[in-house]
């Protein structure tokens, strides 16, 4: 339990808005501090969507380009993780930003229920993306709602879809897909270590008040955990979580209770064998 935990930052996302936590970050320039406060608390990784200014999701080139920008100049070495995921657009234009390089990408590569819709990852869109991934040199962060999905993501790293030893996520709480439930759970973590093997990296979220259990889960386990308000705007029932930095600092006390260390930007990189910034030597300076 010695191994150093990558803490993810989920910190907008497509849903939650003001109304729902005064802290979801939505402008460029919010996004650009509620990260830098949750690197300073821990987070290494950054996982982002844009909004447009009413706070509808965004799949806008231009906004992540000035999102990836501002994060590169204030959170120097954080890894910078775009979503690709269907709720910011349709088709292609889920991709549209790869081109600008981000160090991962979300890459959901099976469709599933969610609260009130089908989420729809068809095989063609599927292996669209998992190609523009290998052209511009991003990782993929495979977004497993279902065990098939971890199953999925085996049989396009054996076709060469993926490069290296995928990273895994495992998604649990969403309404009408998988619950936080610890059997599944533990079963999701020897399929990783059976189809990748046992150093294999692997992360967990949990949706809602399902978070919390879920670093819990995750951090207990050997794994990475991911928190941040696009998952979850609460600390509990009576408090709304007043920044992402809360919520890391949450998921920093779960490592020090479990005896693990919160990872450094350095170890992050050299954990899912990801190239350090152009810079490394002035960051690490």
Known sequence: MTKPCIICVAITGSLPTKANNPAVPISVSE??????EAFEAGATIVHVHVRNDDQTPSSDP???????????????????QFSTGGRSGAGQARGAMLPLRPDMASLSVGSNNFPTRVYENPPELVDWLAAEMLTYDVKPEIEAFDLGHILKAREMADRGQLKGTPYVQFVMGVKN??????DVFDYYV????????EDAPWCAAGIG???????????????????????NVRLDRERLAPSNAALVRRA????????????????AREILGLRMPASAGEVAA
């Open 31 to 36: 996004q650009i501090e509620s990260t830098h």
């Open 62 to 80: 231009e906004k992540f380009a000035r999102l990836k920008e501002g994060l590169e100049k204030h959170c120097p070495g954080m890894i910078i």
């Open 177 to 182: 897909s998988m619950p936080a439930d610890r």
């Open 190 to 197: 020897r399929t990783v270590r059976r189809l990748f093997g």
């Open 209 to 231: 008040p399902t978070q919390l259990t879920l670093n819990d889960w995750a951090i207990s386990a050997g794994g990475h955990a991911r928190t941040g308000l696009e998952d």
């Open 252 to 267: 920093a006390e779960i490592c020090e209770t479990y005896g693990r260390p919160v990872a450094t930007w350095q170890q």
